[in-house]
């Protein structure tokens, strides 16, 4: 029987403003799944600038195909995290897709939902 | 109440999915905290896919929670299994199978119901059937519907 094992890592859900030191995510090789308004993209250099609130991130796109990106539409990432020498963080992304139409709120309180019924079932599977 | 769920597709976020336990090993059962499940759903972004035409799509759907393995089977054409029913009905089955591999591009959100297997001890989804979400939210809808369903029907009492 064939495999279907692909030794792929799940992209941890993180905000752009929890993306930043001291939290263990902002770690070089960390796998992350990040959601922001796009606020500039450079076709020569297929870098993006996605923004949330005051935080930002650039994501490296050149791995991306078949994505057209549009100044002001939500985008969703994963990929790996680049720390640059000078602390800079750039995330080189896998996939991505346009998030038009997402409603923010409830996904940001979804995401406090999952982590709490993670940390239960951890704790549960401990005793 | 009887919580056998092993008829029904279970909803599960894929951490809960994949730290299943197999008991006994090599059987196709599958149980989490002792309640037997053969079936399940799973809902997430594609974020690997190796396509053999004829044979099988591999991919993986990653809902931020873990990693799910999957594989659709194309085989229908070579499959004993298929050798033995009706072409015309085992043509459609395929159209249908090769249509839903079509539609698996790196990046879309992919909703997918199947049996639980494994493969090398791991735990993986032998897909049955493959739709592709348009609706931003249905991520995140699905993640609701997971924790809801873990709490009030798949926990021990």
Redesign the interface.
């Known amino acids: ?6 030794a ?6 993180v905000t752009l403003k929890e993306l930043r030191p001291p939290s263990p995510l902002f770690a070089d090789g960390a796998s992350l ?1 990040i959601l922001g308004k796009l606020q500039e993209y450079s076709v020569e250099t297929t870098i993006a600038m996605i923004v949330d609130g005051d935080a930002s991130l650039k994501i490296d796109t050149q791995h ?1 195909r ?2 057209s990106f549009r100044v002001g539409s ?1 985008y ?1 990432f ?1 990929g790996e995290l680049q720390i640059q020498p000078d602390n800079e963080a750039v995330l080189r992304a ?4 346009n ?5 923010l709120n ?2 940001y309180q ?2 406090q ?2 982590r709490q ?2 940390a239960e ?1 951890a704790r549960f ?1 401990s005793t | 109440m009887d919580k056998s769920l092993s008829l029904v597709h279970v909803k599960l ?4 999915l994949l ?1 299943l336990a197999q008991s006994p090993p090599d059987t196709p059962t599958f149980s989490r905290d002792g309640v037997s499940l053969s079936r399940a759903e799973v809902l997430g ?4 896919r ?1 396509h053999k035409p004829g ?2 799509l ?3 759907v ?6 799910v ?3 659709l089977w194309l085989n229908h054409a070579t499959s004993p299994y298929f050798a033995r029913q009706r072409p015309q009905g085992v043509r459609l089955i395929a159209d249908v199978a090769n249509g839903q591999a079509s539609l698996l ?5 992919a909703r997918v119901r199947g049996r639980i297997t494994s ?2 001890g ?1 735990v ?2 032998t897909a049955s059937s493959v739709a592709v979400e348009r ?3 249905a991520e ?1 809808l699905h ?2 519907d997971c ?1 809801k369903l ?1 709490r009030r029907v798949y926990d021990r009492p």
Do not use: H
């Not at chain 1, 998030?99 to 409603?103: A, E, P, Q």
């Not at chain 2, 972004?45 to 690997?48: A, R």
């Not at chain 2, 591009?105 to 959100?109: F, I, S």
């Open positions: 029987m064939a495999s279907s094992g692909a792929v890592g799940s992209g941890t859900p799944r991306l078949d994505l939500m969703q994963i896998r996939v991505g897709r998030v038009d139409g997402l409603d409830l996904y979804s995401l939902l999952v019924f993670q079932r599977q | 976020l894929a951490f809960d730290s972004v594609v974020v690997y190796e044979r099988f591999k991919f993986a990653d809902d931020g929670t873990g990693c393995p999957c594989i591009k790196l990046g879309a959100v493969y090398r791991a993986q989804i609706d931003p939210n995140v993640w609701l924790l873990a």
